[in-house]
């Protein structure tokens, strides 16, 4: 299995509070990526990165900051959290930009 | 756009039985195909991939063949079991410089039972 870690796994916050989330690899992959999940959209890119702070917008970037001062930590913040910020939130790399390894997901609750 | 479309779920078998979920896509140019699996409680997993038209992806008993003239990249398994009950994801890969973005399905829930 891919290295890959995230933290915290599990979170719940109060509207309008900052959150940061983090991704670490050990695997040296040029690429990653912050997914969301929510039942019946799959998985939807919020922000990548193709290398350190090189950093674009997926489809759903809107209230999402990210970060990526290193090659093996990549943080996804939210600057003001919101109940539609509930989700399952994904990190993924990936070497040649082909497959991507996922990590276990973190499960943020916004009350 | 591009896009992915799936058969919803969920799908329930009995053990041994045989399985197709159905994957039907939208691209422009010739996209990479996926197939994801996510385990309760777990993130995905890569099960197979294909690259170009006609190419076969194979793991662990799954198939799916790239069908450009269909658009299709469909998964089968000729015989189930209990342990392959999971979410299972469509996706392609789309981007022009080749980062590897991906595009998923809705996903399709599978229940085998015993």
């Known amino acids: 299995d891919a290295g890959i870690t995230q933290s915290p796994r599990h979170k719940v916050t109060e509207t309008g509070t900052p959150v940061t989330l983090r991704c670490h690899q050990t695997e040296n992959h040029r690429y990653m990526y912050w997914y969301r999940q929510d039942p019946g959209h799959g998985l939807r890119l919020i922000h990548y990165?193709?290398?350190?702070?090189?950093?674009d917008k997926g489809e759903v970037s809107d209230g999402y900051s990210v970060s990526r001062s290193k090659t093996e930590d990549f943080l996804l913040t939210l600057e003001s959290a919101t109940s539609s910020q509930t989700s399952v939130y994904f990190c993924a790399i990936s070497e040649s930009g082909a497959a991507q390894y996922f990590g276990p997901g973190t499960r943020l609750t916004v009350t | 756009g591009n896009s992915v479309t799936q058969m919803e779920g969920p799908v329930t078998l009995s053990e041994e039985a045989f399985l197709t979920i159905n994957c039907t896509y939208t691209a422009t140019g010739y996209p990479s195909l996926f197939w994801y699996v996510q385990y309760p409680g777990e993130g995905l997993q890569l099960l197979l991939k294909?690259?170009?038209?006609?190419d076969k992806g194979s793991n662990k008993g799954f198939e799916a063949t790239y069908r450009k003239e269909t658009t299709s990249f469909h998964l089968e398994k000729g015989s189930v079991q209990v342990s392959d009950s999971a979410v299972y994801f469509c996706?392609?890969?789309?981007?022009?410089?080749?980062?590897?973005?991906?595009?998923f399905g809705q996903g399709t829930t599978l229940q085998v039972k015993p």
């Open positions: 996706a392609l890969n789309h981007g022009s410089s080749n980062t590897g973005k991906l595009i």
């Open positions: 990165s193709y290398g350190v702070k090189d950093t």
């Open positions: 294909a690259t170009k038209a006609d």
